[in-house]
């Protein structure tokens, strides 16, 4: 995925969402929230939904899910992920250690990362560096809240969103 050759801006500013994997639980959800907002955000800003699949088969899921608003790009086969911190591979001692303390295999996180269009140059200008913060005791990651519908409709109500946790069907 080459930023330049493969996002069509609609603004100076383009906006990825990295993905774990498509058909995960929690990576589905967040896009069906996004999905609403999407047609919206394309007024101002170019949105990408970004994951390690072939192409083919996340416009499947999307296909799947009815997600029309949303466009995906492809990380497979290149250093995207580890070069924006969508997984753990290059991420520095200290920080991979408190979220692995044993040391197991490299893993994928959700990462925002915004882009700016500068001049005919794609620079890197804001990453969601909550996505790599400790959690809190008791509370699972949770730094996709700000642009997750669910979350929010669920911490309005008196008992909040407790233990629940979406499934990918009901």
Not at 4 to 13: F, L, N, Q, V, Y
Not at 46 to 55: M, T
Not at 130 to 137: I, Y
Not at 149 to 168: E, H, I, N, S, V
Request: with cysteine; aromatic share 8%; glycine share 10%.
């Amino acid at each position: 995925m080459a930023l330049s050759r493969d996002c069509r801006p609609t603004s100076d500013s383009i906006r990825l969402i990295g993905l774990i994997r498509a058909q995960r639980p929690m990576c589905t959800h967040l896009l069906d929230s996004v999905n609403g907002g999407a047609r919206h955000v394309g007024q101002r800003a170019s949105l990408y939904i970004v994951a390690k699949s072939p192409i083919a088969r996340l416009i499947a899921w999307a296909r799947e899910r009815g997600w029309t608003h949303l466009q995906f790009l492809s990380t497979a086969g290149n250093s995207y992920d580890a070069d924006y911190f969508g997984d753990s591979s290059k991420l520095p001692d200290d920080i991979r250690k408190r979220r692995d303390p044993k040391g197991g295999p490299d893993w994928d996180e959700t990462m925002f990362n915004v882009f700016r269009l500068d001049n005919g140059t794609v620079r890197h200008c804001w990453g969601s560096e909550l996505t790599w913060a400790p959690e809190d005791a008791g509370q699972p990651h949770r730094s996709g809240d700000s642009v997750n519908a669910l979350w929010g409709l669920l911490d309005m109500t008196p008992a909040g969103r407790g233990q629940f946790m979406p499934k990918l069907a009901y």
